[in-house]
């Protein structure tokens, strides 16, 4: 059992701040607000889009906490659930975690009313087409979630009706990682079927839920599976050909009206920001001279500490108005997963010629891929390319059998494996059961 740092989190949370503001919803409607007619069954898919852009989810969940919980970011703020995720000793009482936790399940609450609900409209003008594309995008964004809970979580409760009433209906048992997944895949399946709208990035289409599933089918261990979604979902692009960061599958939007304050977070205060994640040295070390990415990712010549520029709306952001979006999924993932599938599958000539496709693009020479080092140097390049993106270094480490040995020394045990699942939601659920986490 590791150390409990209760009294300097105790003294550390009189000198914090209050945690992110709420985004309020733009052009939806609450789950409990009957959808009765096509419009406001559009109103309907865009209040989950809505629900994505919760502003815990946005800084917390989808970025700082699995960045904190690896080798990739260090808490350089005072807030203690943060510092607690920085030292890998989180605790079930972690409030932030909590809130991201229950986030998570807004987004799918939501997505549960609009799967439920859109059959039942009674609208002429609503088409079949339209209808089964909404529900594709519903279903797209709960795969999505989903993914995210036992990516952190393992065994995570799969809820799949809406919530409209208390009681029984409340307390559903945890599943396995292995029938969230068959849920997923369903889920994205039903999309890869039905979507018609998306012309760009900011919703859901096909493409992009051909690359979730090559992502999941790669953090399952499937990887024959996983290369063919990957090439399907990349179409063809040519990733040498597209600026760095601009290669975009599925991305999280926002405008001035709606916006983020991602930049608030990462700048340092000599940008009017709060700082309160920063890269490790690990992070900026691992980048080799000449690497064009390092100028995109990380500025640690300005200022006395670094920062990460992907979200570099540092004005606005503190006023909670920057537009920067949240990068879900590039084409130099699918490049990468293709490489790594054909790397575990033996065929070294594909695998670097895509592996280096990253690497010239990046304005490095290319290296050849081999059985005893493959795993490490694709580990390698995914740490660089989505390095303060996401969850990627942390889930890398977990599925490759890797994180001991990186984060040992930084205090990540085998029962880091899991996050606690917070004290509050097994209080009010009587079929879940902690986990087997270091602080459980």
């Not at 399907?232 to 290669?247: E, G, K, R």
Request: aromatic share 10%; proline share 4%.
């Amino acid at each position: 059992m590791k150390n409990i740092f209760n009294i300097i989190f105790a003294t550390l949370l009189l000198a914090s701040c209050a945690d992110l503001n709420e985004l309020d919803p733009i052009n939806s409607v609450p789950t409990e607000t009957a959808i009765t007619d096509r419009a406001s069954a559009l109103a309907a898919i865009n209040g989950v889009y809505d629900e994505m852009q919760d502003a815990t989810l946005v800084f917390d969940g989808y970025l700082a906490f699995p960045q904190f919980f690896s080798d990739e970011c260090n808490a350089t703020g005072t807030f203690p659930s943060r510092l607690e995720m920085s030292i890998f000793n989180v605790q079930t009482s972690n409030t932030t975690l909590a809130a991201v936790y229950t986030d998570f399940y807004d987004v799918i609450n939501v997505a549960n009313n609009v799967i439920e609900l859109i059959p039942l409209v009674e609208d002429e003008a609503f088409t079949q087409e339209e209808r089964d594309d909404i529900v594709g995008q519903a279903k797209f964004m709960r795969a999505q979630m989903f993914m995210y809970l036992t990516a952190f979580w393992s065994d995570v409760p799969l809820v799949l009706q809406a919530t409209k009433e208390v009681g029984d209906i409340l307390n559903v048992s945890l599943s396995s990682p292995a029938e969230i997944y068959a849920q997923v895949e369903s889920d994205l399946n039903d999309a890869i079927g039905s979507l018609t709208s998306a012309t760009g990035p900011a919703r859901a289409s096909v493409q992009a839920a051909q690359a979730l599933m090559a992502r999941a089918k790669l953090y399952q261990g499937k990887y024959g599976e996983a290369k063919t979604f990957a090439i399907s979902a990349l179409a063809d692009a040519d990733i040498t050909q597209v600026p760095y960061l601009q290669d975009r599958i599925y991305t999280l939007e926002f405008t001035a009206t709606d916006g983020n304050s991602l930049g608030f977070f990462y700048g340092t205060a000599d940008l009017g920001g709060r700082y309160s994640i920063g890269p490790t040295a690990t992070f900026i070390n691992s980048f080799e001279a000449g690497d064009t990415r390092f100028a995109a990712t990380i500025d640690s010549a300005s200022f006395a500490n670094p920062y990460f520029l992907k979200y570099p709306s540092f004005s606005a952001a503190n006023s909670g108005t920057a537009v920067d979006p949240v990068l879900f999924v590039r084409h130099s993932e699918m490049v990468l997963i293709i490489a790594e599938a054909e790397a575990r599958d033996g065929n070294f000539t594909e695998a670097n010629a895509q592996f280096n496709k990253v690497r010239t693009r990046a304005g490095l020479p290319d290296e050849d891929l081999g059985t005893g080092d493959f795993v490490e140097k694709i580990l390698q390049e995914r740490f660089v390319e989505f390095g303060g993106e996401g969850a990627f270094r942390l889930i890398d480490l977990r599925r490759t059998g890797k994180a001991v040995e990186k984060l040992g020394t930084l205090g990540y045990e085998d029962c880091d494996a899991k996050w606690p699942i917070p004290q509050r939601d097994i209080d009010r659920n009587i079929n879940i059961v902690q986990n087997d986490c270091c602080n459980c």
